[in-house]
C-alpha cells in the first residue's frame, strides 16, 4: 500500500498537478527542487513536504529516498544543446539523472518507481530530445528493471507552456509566422496524465509497463494554434512557414535564447500521436481540448 510518494522534477507542469491528485487522496508527497521559491505554490497543501535539494548530490538523494514507497520522475528539458547522440544537458536531466534515481531508489528499498519519458522516444529519433528520452528509458528500467513508464503527446492544461505560450504570442502579434505548421499532435489533458500515474502506483498490475498518453482527438500545430486564437478571442493570421524558413525561425530562435530550437523542430518531424486506439490506460476519460482550453486560456481584457 502506498502512502509516501517522492516527486523529483515535482514543481513544474505536471509534476504540481499530480502533487494536488496525490495530496487529495490524503498521500503524503515529498517534493524535491532545486529552488524551493519554484515550488512555494505547493507549499500550502495539506500532506505536501517541499524541500530544496540537490538531486545531483548521491548523499542528498539518498536522504530523500528513504522510507518513500513510490519515486515519480517528472525531469525533463526541451533545451539541451546539441550534440550526437544528444547535447550535454539532455544527457544530464534525460539519461544520467533516471539512471541515478532507478540506483538510489532500488539501493533504498523503493517498491515503485514512476517515470515520464515522451511520445516518439526513440534510438533513432530525428532529434536530441527524443534520442535522450530513449536513452533515460533504458537507463532508468536498468537499473530499476520494474519502473513504469509514461509517454505523453503535448500536455495542455492550466500552467501548460504551449497552447499558454500561443496565446500570448496571439496577444501581440497580428501575424504568427508559424514553423512546422503541419505537424501532428495528439494533445492530452495534465489531469489525465496526473490520473494515469496515480493509478499505475495504486495497482501492481503496472509495474514494468509503458503508457503512451493521448488526448481524444489528433490536430495539426496550425489547427491549435488557430484553436487558440478562437478561446482567447485574439484573432490573428497564421503563416505557415516553408521548411527552409522554418528551420532558419528556429536556428534565429535557438541563438536569440527564444521559445524554439532546431533540435525540437527536428522532433516535430515525427508524428506527436499514439497507436490507434492506444490513448489512456485504466478507462481513463480522455478530456477534449475544446472544453478544458477556454476554463484555462480564458479572454483577453479589453
Ligand atoms: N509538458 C509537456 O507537454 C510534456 C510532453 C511530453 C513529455 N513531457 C515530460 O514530462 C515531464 C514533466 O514535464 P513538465 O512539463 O511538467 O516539465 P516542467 O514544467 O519543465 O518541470 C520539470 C521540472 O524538472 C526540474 N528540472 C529541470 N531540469 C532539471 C535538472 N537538470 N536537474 C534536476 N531537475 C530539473 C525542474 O524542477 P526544479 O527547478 O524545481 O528543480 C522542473 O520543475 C518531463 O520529463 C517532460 O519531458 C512533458
Redesign the pocket.
Known amino acids: 500500500m502506498i502512502q509516501s510518494i517522492l516527486l523529483?522534477?515535482?514543481?513544474?507542469?505536471?509534476?504540481?498537478?499530480l502533487a494536488r491528485r496525490l495530496a487529495a487522496r490524503g498521500l503524503r508527497v515529498t517534493?524535491?527542487?532545486?529552488?524551493?521559491e519554484?515550488?512555494k505554490h505547493l507549499i500550502l497543501l495539506p500532506t505536501v513536504e517541499v524541500v530544496e535539494a540537490d538531486?545531483?548530490d548521491d548523499a542528498a538523494l539518498a536522504r530523500l529516498c528513504a522510507g518513500q514507497d513510490a519515486l515519480v520522475?517528472?525531469?525533463?528539458?526541451?533545451k539541451g544543446g546539441n550534440g550526437d547522440p544528444y547535447g550535454a544537458?539532455f544527457a544530464?536531466?534525460?539519461v544520467e539523472?533516471p539512471a541515478r534515481l532507478g540506483r538510489a531508489a532500488w539501493a533504498a528499498g523503493i517498491p515503485a518507481l514512476a517515470?515520464?519519458?515522451?511520445?516518439k522516444a526513440a534510438a533513432d529519433a530525428p532529434s536530441g530530445?527524443l534520442r535522450s528520452?530513449a536513452a533515460g528509458e533504458n537507463a532508468v528500467r536498468k537499473a530499476f528493471p520494474n519502473t513504469t513508464i509514461?509517454?505523453?503527446?503535448?500536455?495542455?492544461g492550466d500552467?501548460?507552456?504551449?497552447l499558454t505560450m500561443f496565446a500570448r504570442l496571439l496577444k501581440y502579434a497580428p501575424v504568427l509566422p508559424l514553423a512546422s505548421p503541419d505537424a501532428r499532435f495528439q494533445?492530452?489533458w495534465?489531469g489525465n496524465?496526473a490520473d494515469a500515474i496515480v493509478e499505475a502506483l495504486l495497482r501492481p498490475e503496472a509495474e514494468g509497463k509503458t503508457f503512451e498518453?493521448c488526448g481524444p482527438r489528433q490536430y495539426s500545430l496550425r489547427e491549435l494554434v488557430e484553436i487558440t486564437s478562437l478561446v482567447t478571442g485574439r484573432r490573428c493570421a497564421v503563416v505557415g512557414l516553408s521548411p527552409l524558413l522554418s528551420w532558419l525561425q528556429a536556428f534565429a530562435l535557438e541563438v536569440a535564447g527564444g521559445p524554439m530550437t532546431r533540435d525540437n523542430l527536428r522532433s516535430m518531424s515525427v508524428p506527436?500521436v499514439c497507436e490507434a486506439g492506444n490513448t489512456l490506460p485504466f478507462n481513463l476519460a480522455a478530456a477534449a481540448l475544446e472544453d478544458v482550453a477556454p476554463r484555462y486560456l480564458g479572454r483577453p481584457s479589453r
Not at 517515470?115 to 511520445?119: I, P, W
Open positions: 523529483i522534477g515535482g514543481s513544474g507542469f505536471i509534476g504540481s498537478h517534493v524535491a527542487t532545486r529552488r524551493r519554484r515550488a538531486v545531483g520522475n517528472l525531469v525533463g528539458v526541451l544537458g544530464r536531466a534525460h539523472l517515470h515520464v519519458s515522451a511520445l530530445y528520452k509514461f509517454r505523453p503527446s503535448v500536455v495542455f500552467g501548460d507552456s504551449f494533445p492530452v495534465v496524465v498518453l506527436n
